[in-house]
């Protein structure tokens, strides 16, 4: 080929390649940009004297491709290609700019420092070859800017960080440049601040880089491909900006941005590792604030999906640790040990692989420490948190004194000093764990960061001190400590609600019983918190637990200070903390209502929402986003986090109207005052048991009295329920001999003396004075209606059948809600359920099923076999006003909220028995196991299937404590059913189990589980 014919044949070739390669940018064709390469080379070899103008157009090709594919051999051409152009102009500007960027990009993706150092230095080149008057000089800038930025994040340099704002801040002072332009530059200050915040701490940079993203957002074009790195840098943002805050709307949208960015990802978007890293950063960030754990479960998936995307570098040793992080978080709420052990690997791996002066070395140390520190928490294993403790020393002592997560290093070895003197003493390591703690403190407040955990940490340092030695400095600054937790409204509310529980515990261990009061409140004012509105229930029921007997310890102290009506206040607010949600939500709010409208319309919209989204019904749109730009933005929305967004309106709604000072106390503690008149129809009767004192609380509707219970312990309690529960469990021979015994001991510890000061003697008339019970702890589970002395005589008079009609309601809150229903009386619709064949064969439930529709004269949906299915149940309960069950159930003590009937076609289940709405129903009999057994964990909660039926709209349930035979429920239900054509529910029981007694004194298994809540 001539001279000629190759120039021209060149030309010809460049033309199409620069065709070719604006096609493969704009439709992101890879292919596309792979044959402009092949025609670039050719085109080269045809007319070298072009050369570096080929060259340079391939390096572009080559670097399109490799962002589009992730291909390091298209960059490592690029590279060459770029070094060659360059060569042939060592002056121009932008073929300096397009190497600098490819040694940029390399570092990325390799981690060679080598080649990030003279990728700036080239930038720095060609910012100074074009002088701010070049057209192109903004671009320029934002590369230089961008190389910067990934020198400070591989360095810990804030310098670097530091001139990278300012160059990307002049870059975007350039007024030229399209939309997209514009948007890079804004995205890339952005995350350069992000950097500087991140080595200083300043939130100010923070703030700054939020708003530098909200302008990326709003000028990027819909569809740009600059569009997800602005929507995804938003959202880093709004997490880091949250977390420092302490804002859960924020958390909320951030999350809606990455997930928006998520969404719209393409399976071979080589940024997509990145971008899915964020997004899970993110969602653990909510579960951190809030405890959602399926935002954790969503995060651990999108961390394995960014891990298995990710080929062998800097970025997969990142997103492996990043991993282990939320794995190390998932452990903490299941106390799965494969799961720890999982995370300590990844982490060791890591580890092996990092280079000695990888700055995030440090971090990656610290988090093998924190992982070693739960492990030895959950083993108590000293030895293991003795390796933890080193771990975190070196990890502190390593980074750099300025940097923000030295104050976390400390906290964690602080934290794990604290624990590992907790469980083998050692005065050195007890005054290092002080003097850490103290050191986090102050780097955490002059960096203005998060400092509730680390108060509550050295807190409970010095309660330790304090409890062993009796210090009264130790008492002191345990003291300010755990106030300071407890006061911080930016925390999570566990670590609030702790802290409180901590230091009222503290105040009644230095005998200062009203101190110890107050703080008892506190915690129990944010068990709101704790169990969320925006949370499933299962993470309601999980952290609940976790403050159990809160309210009878807050009892407790109230009595000791010689405050009853508090007292009753108190344990009203620690009990039925769910149970009290459902009422907030269903409760209309007249006084707000009357005094401020608009607030109350609001609530109640919020409230209906929430509603709707726990029970999966039709809820109004979610609140908008604060942050979200009015237009278009790039993929799908993904689900919205309904329930949480409505949860956080909540939130706000309540802090404006307690502002109001009428309001003050709004859905805080209730007035004991205005709960007495549930308590019109018969006393009411709260057992409180506590470590420190037991007490009946006799409500009237003239108020509360106590009567002190000489003979009742809380650790007496606790083994009696224990002891009973395992013998009704077992249903042996020795089960009888267990079950008097228990009836006895409560006879004597409880229901006689609350008898005797009631007045109350025993009586065989079938209309024996109401009284509710309200027991508390262990005593839940425990039959006090039919405590008694079972073996002698005289056993007709000393027992609580023969004394009361008794009834049981969680809370005498909840007594009022129910006591405004229908009452039972002759029904004009009834749903008779019987399911004999699943699981255990259930001989009688046809037979008992049968009998019970002949009581009822009006009409009688009868639903046996097969055709009881969960779909025919429901339609029959939205239609009757009495409803009989005879068949099997699960008490699930772990959930209670899954507690189940078991019907022919699969379980019907707490959470879906009170999500529903049935303002005619009256009367639920569960002749079924354990119908009225609290959750073993959550005993205050009152969570069982019984009460799931009165929140659905029953004002009275019958149920059972345990596995009743079968022949006793049949006959059980015979007797009581003729009852109630003369008496109302509650009387129509106890005069069933008196003569059940009757016919099986000795056999308290067959006659003594069933129980009546409801109205008298």
């Known amino acids: 080929m001539t001279e000629e014919k190759g120039t021209e044949a060149g030309r010809a070739w460049h033309r199409r390649a620069g065709e070719l390669i604006r096609g493969g940018i704009r439709d992101r064709r890879a292919e596309r940009l792979?044959?402009?390469?092949?025609?670039?080379?050719?085109?080269?070899?045809?007319?070298?004297?072009?050369?570096?103008?080929?060259?340079?157009?391939?390096?572009?090709?080559?670097?399109?491709?490799?962002?589009?594919?992730?291909?390091?051999?298209?960059?490592?051409?690029?590279?060459a290609a770029h070094r060659v152009a360059v060569d042939a102009a060592p002056g121009s500007p932008s073929r300096l700019s397009n190497l600098g960027l490819s040694l940029t990009r390399w570092f990325e993706r390799t981690g060679e420092t080598d080649r990030l150092a003279e990728g700036i230095s080239v930038l720095r080149d060609a910012a100074a070859a074009a002088g701010a008057d070049d057209s192109r000089y903004a671009s320029y800038q934002s590369n230089l800017g961008l190389?910067?930025?990934?020198?400070?994040?591989?360095?810990?340099?804030?310098?670097?960080?530091?001139?990278?704002?300012?160059?990307?801040?002049e870059a975007v002072g350039t007024a030229d440049g399209t939309p997209s332009d514009v948007a890079a530059r804004l995205a890339n200050l952005g995350m350069a601040l992000m950097v500087l915040f991140r080595a200083t701490g300043d939130k100010e940079h923070l703030l700054a880089a939020v708003d530098a993203y909200r302008k990326a957002v709003l000028a990027v074009p819909p569809g740009d491909g600059n569009a997800p790195g602005c929507y995804a840098g938003l959202g880093d943002a709004l997490t880091a900006a949250a977390v420092a805050g302490g804002d859960v709307a924020l958390h909320l949208d951030a999350m809606e941005e990455l997930r928006t960015v998520v969404d719209g990802l393409s399976p071979d978007d080589p940024d997509a590792p990145l971008f899915l890293n964020q997004f899970a950063n993110a969602l653990r960030a909510v579960f951190v604030r809030t405890g959602d754990t399926l935002a954790l479960e969503e995060a651990v998936t999108w961390r394995r999906a960014a891990l298995a995307r990710t080929p062998a570098g800097p970025d997969r040793l990142l997103l492996t640790a990043n991993l282990a992080l939320s794995l190390r978080s998932s452990f903490e709420y299941t106390q799965d040990l494969a799961v720890l052990r999982e995370a300590v690997g990844l982490l060791e791996e890591v580890l092996a692989a990092a280079e000695?002066?990888?700055?995030?070395?440090?971090?990656?140390?610290?988090?093998?420490?924190?992982?070693?520190?739960?492990?030895?928490?959950?083993?108590?294993?000293?030895?293991?948190?003795?390796?933890?403790?080193?771990?975190?020393?070196?990890?502190?002592?390593?980074?750099?004194?300025?940097?923000?997560?030295?104050?976390?290093?400390?906290?964690?070895?602080?934290?794990?000093?604290?624990?590992?003197?907790e469980l083998r003493w050692e005065p050195a390591l007890q005054s290092e764990a002080v003097e850490v703690l103290g050191r986090a403190l102050d780097k955490a407040v002059r960096k203005d960061m998060p400092s509730a955990e680390i108060h509550l940490s050295l807190g409970l340092a010095h309660r330790t001190l304090f409890l062993r030695e009796g210090s009264p400095g130790a008492y002191r600054d345990a003291v300010h400590a755990f106030g300071a937790a407890a006061g911080a409204s930016t925390a999570a509310g566990r670590t609030r609600a702790r802290a409180a529980q901590h230091l009222g515990r503290l105040h009644v261990a230095a005998g200062d019983v009203e101190a110890g009061l107050t703080a008892l409140t506190t915690a129990l004012e944010l068990l709101d918190l704790v169990a969320w509105h925006g949370l499933e229930r299962d993470d309601q029921e999980r952290y609940l637990a976790d403050f159990r007997g809160l309210g009878s310890a807050a009892a407790a102290c109230a009595l000791t200070a010689g405050d009853q009506?508090?007292?009753?206040?108190?344990?009203?607010?620690?009990?039925?903390?769910?149970?009290?949600?459902?009422?907030?939500?269903?409760?209309?709010?007249?006084?707000?209502?009357?005094?401020?409208?608009?607030?109350?319309?609001?609530?109640?919209?919020?409230?209906?929402?929430?509603?709707?989204?726990?029970?999966?019904?039709?809820?109004?749109?979610?609140?908008?986003?604060?942050?979200?730009?009015?237009?278009?933005?790039?993929?799908?929305?993904?689900?919205?986090?309904?329930?949480?967004?409505?949860?956080?309106?909540?939130?706000d709604l309540l802090a404006r109207i307690r502002r109001r000072p009428r309001f003050a106390r709004f859905l805080l503690a209730p007035d004991a005052a205005a709960l007495r008149p549930a308590a019109g129809s018969g006393p009411t009767v709260t057992v409180n048991v506590s470590p420190w004192r037991c007490d009946a609380l006799v409500t009237t509707g003239d108020g509360t009295e106590v009567v002190p219970l000489e003979s009742l312990t809380a650790q007496d309690a606790a083994e009696r329920a224990g002891t009973f529960v395992a013998a009704v469990n077992a249903n042996s021979w020795g089960t009888n001999d267990a079950i008097r015994d228990?009836?006895?001991?409560?006879?004597?510890?409880?229901?006689e003396p609350v008898f005797r000061h009631l007045g109350l003697t025993a009586s065989d008339s079938p209309t024996l004075p109401h009284l509710w019970w309200v027991p508390t702890g262990p005593l839940s589970v425990l039959p006090l209606h039919a405590a008694g002395l079972h073996t002698g005589r005289d056993g007709d008079r000393n027992c609580a059948l023969h004394r009361v009609a008794s009834s049981y309601t969680p809370t005498l809150r909840f007594l009022r809600h129910i006591q405004d229903r229908p009452t039972a009386g002759e029904p004009e619709s009834a749903l008779v359920v019987a399911v004999g064949t699943?699981?255990?064969?259930?001989?009688?439930?046809?037979?008992?099923?049968?009998?019970?529709?002949?009581?009822?004269?009006?009409?009688?949906?009868?639903?046996?076999?097969?055709?009881?299915?969960?779909?025919?149940?429901?339609?029959?309960?939205?239609?009757?006003?009495?409803a009989h069950f005879a068949c099997h159930s699960i008490s699930d003590a772990e959930h209670p909220s899954d507690s189940c009937l078991r019907l022919s076609d699969g379980d019907l289940r707490v959470r879906d028995i009170a999500a529903l709405r049935l303002p005619s129903a009256s009367v639920a009999y569960l002749s079924a196991c354990t119908t009225a057994l609290s959750g073993g964990h959550l005993p205050d909660e009152t969570i069982h299937i019984s009460s799931a039926f009165q929140l659905a709209g029953f004002s009275t349930a019958i149920g059972t404590l345990w596995r009743v035979p079968d022949l006793a429920s049949q006959e059980t239900a015979r007797i009581t059913y003729t009852a109630l054509a003369d008496h109302p529910p509650a009387r129509a029981v106890n005069l069933a189990a008196r003569e059940m007694r009757r016919n099986y004194r000795m056999n308290p298994y067959e006659w003594a589980a069933f129980v009546h809540s409801g109205p008298a």
């Open 34 to 79: 792979a044959e402009a390469a092949e025609l670039l080379a050719k085109a080269a070899a045809a007319d070298p004297g072009r050369r570096g103008r080929y060259a340079a157009d391939l390096g572009v090709a080559l670097t399109c491709r490799f962002e589009l594919t992730g291909d390091l051999g298209s960059l490592r051409g690029a590279l």
């Open 147 to 169: 190389a910067l930025t990934r020198w400070s994040e591989r360095t810990g340099d804030p310098s670097a960080a530091q001139e990278a704002v300012d160059v990307h801040t």
């Open 356 to 421: 000695d002066d990888l700055p995030e070395r440090v971090k990656w140390e610290a988090d093998l420490g924190n992982c070693l520190y739960r492990l030895g928490v959950h083993e108590g294993d000293a030895d293991v948190l003795d390796r933890a403790a080193a771990a975190l020393r070196q990890a502190a002592a390593s980074a750099d004194a300025t940097h923000p997560d030295v104050a976390m290093h400390l906290a964690n070895l602080g934290g794990a000093l604290v624990s590992r003197v």
């Open 565 to 651: 009506q508090r007292a009753l206040g108190v344990l009203e607010q620690g009990r039925g903390v769910l149970l009290g949600q459902v009422l907030d939500v269903r409760t209309d709010h007249d006084e707000l209502r009357a005094h401020e409208p608009g607030l109350a319309a609001e609530l109640a919209e919020v409230h209906a929402a929430i509603e709707a989204a726990a029970t999966g019904a039709t809820a109004p749109e979610p609140p908008v986003a604060a942050v979200a730009p009015d237009r278009d933005r790039p993929g799908g929305t993904g689900p919205p986090p309904d329930r949480r967004r409505w949860a956080a309106r909540r939130d």
């Open 742 to 751: 228990v009836l006895a001991w409560l006879w004597e510890a409880v229901t």
């Open 838 to 882: 699943v699981a255990a064969p259930l001989a009688m439930a046809e037979v008992e099923a049968e009998l019970v529709a002949a009581e009822f004269a009006g009409r009688v949906v009868r639903l046996a076999g097969g055709r009881a299915t969960k779909q025919a149940v429901l339609d029959g309960l939205g239609t009757s006003a009495w």
